[in-house]
C-alpha cells in the first residue's frame, strides 16, 4: 500500500533551500519515491492556510521504504542543512489499500 510524506513547508533561506531540494530529490529517487506535488501553494477551500507555507507531497511504495529514506544516510545530509533552510511540519500517512 503506498505511504505518503507530507510537507507543509516555509522556505526559511532561499539558497540553502535549493541544496536541500537537490539532495532531497535525489535520495527520494533512491528510495523509491516520487514527488505527486511539489512547492505548490494550495488554495484554500475551508479553514485557513498559513501564508507563505507551500505543500510537498512524495509517494513511496509503502510506509516502510517511507521510514526507511528519512532515516537514510542519503537523506541525512538534506536534513542537517533542514533547520536552516526550512522550517516545516512533516506527516506520513499511508494510502489506501489497492
Do not use: C
Not at 507563505?52 to 545530509?77: C, H, N, Q, T
Request: proline fraction near 7%; hydrophobic fraction near 40%.
Amino acid at each position: 500500500m503506498a505511504a505518503y510524506v507530507i510537507s507543509e513547508v516555509e522556505i526559511l533561506n532561499q539558497t540553502l533551500a535549493d541544496e536541500y531540494r537537490r539532495l532531497a530529490e535525489a535520495s527520494i529517487h533512491r528510495y523509491g519515491g516520487r514527488y505527486v506535488v511539489r512547492g505548490a501553494q494550495p488554495e484554500p477551500v475551508e479553514g485557513a492556510w498559513p501564508p507563505g507555507r507551500r505543500l510537498v507531497i512524495v509517494e513511496f511504495p509503502d510506509m516502510d521504504r517511507a521510514k526507511e529514506w528519512y532515516a537514510s544516510p542519503e537523506y541525512a545530509e538534506a536534513l542537517k542543512m533542514r533547520q536552516s533552510a526550512l522550517d516545516r511540519r512533516l506527516l506520513f500517512a499511508e494510502g489506501l489499500p489497492e
